[in-house]
């Protein structure tokens, strides 16, 4: 089970709290066999964060997060996701945008960005070319056809908004 059955004394609320109280949810539902998995998903969440955190420690990636800051630096960026996995991750890019850099951006999701709004990526495509950046949120459990959303998305753009990134999670249930 679980070790911890509360949330420590210390831990700022409500961001950094939410990942100590969803994971007390979900041992809750594992210790009511709820959900079998949910050592497995704990421990693998555990253990991605604690990686994540000896990159940020010993400065592992930040070359290419410098540079990829660097491109997207006086841009106004589509944060992508793809279903609702992709959507919470789109907006929560858009956000840290936002709060962090004090810049504007934006969130979409497929395949609801496929339905409308990319109908108005075509017009005024010098000034998409000049202050635009997509930023493609990709993880491994999009539905087939959103992936080949993301592709075709991806073809229409290229002309408009030639500053594409593509961003894939990393982990073991990413």
Known sequence: GWPHWGIPAGIPQPRAGLPTMAGLLLAGLGELGLLSECDALIAGAFEQLCERRSW??????EKELAGLASRLARRIVLAVGGG???AVAAARFKAQINENCKSQAFSAVHPELCH????????NGDLARQVFAIVELRHSFEHPQVARRFELAGEMWREAIPLQVSLRAAGPSS
Not at 117 to 123: F, K, P, Q, R, V
């Open 84 to 86: 609702d996995l992709g």
């Open 116 to 123: 409308n709004e990319i109908a108005g990526w075509g017009h």
């Open 56 to 61: 940020y420690e010993t400065g592992v990636g």
